[in-house]
């Protein structure tokens, strides 16, 4: 049933879903929303913190190559210009003359089928605009009449410690990508922890960008969440731990059970200002395979640059060969929020189950769904049922987020649970009370089994870990 969902049809259910069920709410809804920045509710705060505890597992628990870092999300603005971002970041800007909507000029080229990157110039991006400016449309009101393209700055600014009116002279920058972060205190983590290199520094954070366009929901946003690993390696050493860390995370996807077929790889033809070489793992979204995850050969751009305008020196000495050198970097970049989307993307799925009947299915691996079981009393109105029910609960909880539910029929309380992505419900009833037995029903297969308390415990604890 699941491959006759129209794709389009998907991305507004999974939109529907989220809002339904508490995954993701529009930012300041009652007062209509705020263009690109979205809230997390109580299932999406658990589903985005699952997520990010594989992530930190992965790449940090389970290395013994990597520490962590939580840089703080301001910094000297002088970060910025050494990194590049004051002058180099930006994406091509357009203005609809009779609307007046702001546009991405690459987007808009994209949609209609000619290629067009955000890393050209002004003049390279109007050209290919010029060569096809009667099939570009704009998206608000119709029309086909646009100012030339212009490089628009990405950097959120602010008056942080600034009380003159005039801040904007000299801002304070909202990070951009949270790596600068891990960059400016490479020379502190080497100080004070017995990191040799090759080792990796990771990081979970807010980063900020003011995105021109940003309407596909949780994909674009204008504040994200950002897990970035940086990895420091040898001079000439770049190649082969380039190579090493593609391999990781894309295996990463495989292991939370996504399907292959939904990602790839895209090699960037045209390089933005920082690297020697780039891929992106790209996910099957709604709205077509884009990019996921970015996995970048940075060479020594980031610590030279920071050497060229600090003036300190952030060098790494190699206490085997006495040999000194600035460090090269490998990047792995993904954003929370896309994980997420993707996640959803490739759980999502509605069976029939009669003739007016569907059950909508979130196939979630057990590591990432909100909630790991949810403990059912067979009646309401049975206060012994209830009570063991609670007790059982009280156990559970302490393992593993649990829900309890009393509401309603069963097979209305598992629907609520499939929807959600539920792996185990348990239903509480009188075999649990007479022969202290439960019974457990799987979510995809809706298979029921009866168990005892103990080997309850053993089958979660291994499906759960
Ligand atoms: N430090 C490198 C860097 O920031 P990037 O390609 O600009 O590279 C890396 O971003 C990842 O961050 C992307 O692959 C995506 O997962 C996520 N990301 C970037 N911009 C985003 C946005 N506006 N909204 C949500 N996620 C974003």
């Known amino acids: 049933m699941d491959e006759k969902l129209k794709e389009d049809d998907k991305f507004l259910k999974i939109i529907s879903l989220c809002k339904r069920r508490g995954f993701v709410f529009s930012s300041s809804e009652i007062y209509d929303g705020f263009a690109a920045i979205y809230d997390y509710g109580p299932y999406g705060v658990e589903l985005a913190s699952n997520i990010k505890k594989i992530w930190w597992k992965e790449m940090v628990q389970l290395r013994e190559d990597v520490v962590g870092l939580d840089a703080a999300i301001f910094m000297s603005p002088k970060v910025w210009e050494a990194s590049g971002h004051v002058k180099n970041f930006s994406d091509p800007l357009t203005e609809c003359k009779k609307c007046h909507a702001r546009l991405r000029l690459d987007s808009l080229l994209e949609d209609v089928g000619v290629f067009a990157d955000e890393k050209m110039t002004d003049d390279e991006i109007n050209k290919i605009f010029s060569q096809n400016k009667d099939k570009v449309k704009c998206p608000n009101c119709g029309a086909s009449d646009f100012t030339p393209g212009k490089k628009f700055n990405?950097?959120?600014?602010?008056?942080?410690?600034?009380?003159t009116n005039d801040w904007e002279e000299n801002p304070v920058y909202l990070r951009g990508e949270t790596c600068q972060g891990i960059y400016v205190n490479y020379k502190n983590i080497v100080d004070s922890s017995r990191v040799k290199i090759p080792f990796g520094v990771a990081q979970i954070g807010k980063a900020f960008r003011n995105e021109i366009t940003a309407r596909q929901f949780i994909f674009r946003t204008r504040e994200f969440e950002q897990m970035e690993l940086q990895f420091f390696v040898k001079p000439g050493d770049d190649e082969k731990y380039f190579a090493q860390w593609k391999k990781i995370r894309f295996d990463f996807y495989l292991k939370l059970g996504f399907k292959e077929e939904n990602l790839r790889?895209?090699?960037?033809?045209?390089?933005?200002?920082?690297?020697?070489?780039?891929?992106?793992?790209?996910?099957?979204?709604?709205?077509?395979?884009?990019?996921?995850?970015?996995?970048?050969?940075?060479?020594?751009?980031?610590?030279?640059?920071?050497?060229?305008?600090?003036?300190?020196?952030?060098?790494?000495?190699?206490p085997k060969t006495g040999e000194r050198f600035t460090p090269h970097v490998v990047e792995t970049s993904v954003g929370v929020g896309r994980i997420f989307l993707a996640a959803l993307?490739?759980?999502?799925?509605?069976?029939?189950?009669?003739?007016?009947?569907?059950?909508?299915?979130?196939?979630?691996?057990?590591?990432?769904?909100?909630?790991?079981?949810?403990?059912?009393?067979l009646l309401k109105n049975r206060p012994e049922l209830v009570a063991k029910a609670k007790e059982i609960f009280d156990e559970l909880k302490k393992y593993w987020q649990c829900e309890f539910d009393d509401n309603g029929n069963i097979g209305k309380r598992y629907r609520r649970q499939d929807e959600i992505g539920t792996p185990y419900c348990l239903t509480i009833d009188f075999d649990t009370l007479e022969k202290g037995e439960i019974t457990l029903r799987e979510r995809d297969s809706m298979k029921q089994e009866k168990m005892s308390m103990e080997n309850l415990l053993n089958f979660l604890q291994k499906k759960l870990i």
């Open 345 to 377: 993307s490739d759980a999502y799925c509605e069976e029939k189950t009669g003739e007016d009947d569907t059950r909508i299915i979130l196939k979630l691996s057990p590591v990432l769904a909100p909630i790991k079981v949810a403990i059912f009393p």
């Open 154 to 163: 990405l950097l959120v600014q602010s008056n942080l410690g600034n009380f």
């Open 265 to 318: 790889w895209h090699q960037h033809e045209n390089l933005v200002f920082y690297a020697t070489d780039a891929y992106d793992i790209e996910y099957n979204f709604p709205f077509g395979f884009k990019e996921l995850e970015g996995v970048h050969a940075r060479g020594e751009h980031d610590l030279g640059q920071h050497m060229k305008f600090s003036g300190k020196d952030l060098t790494y000495l190699d």
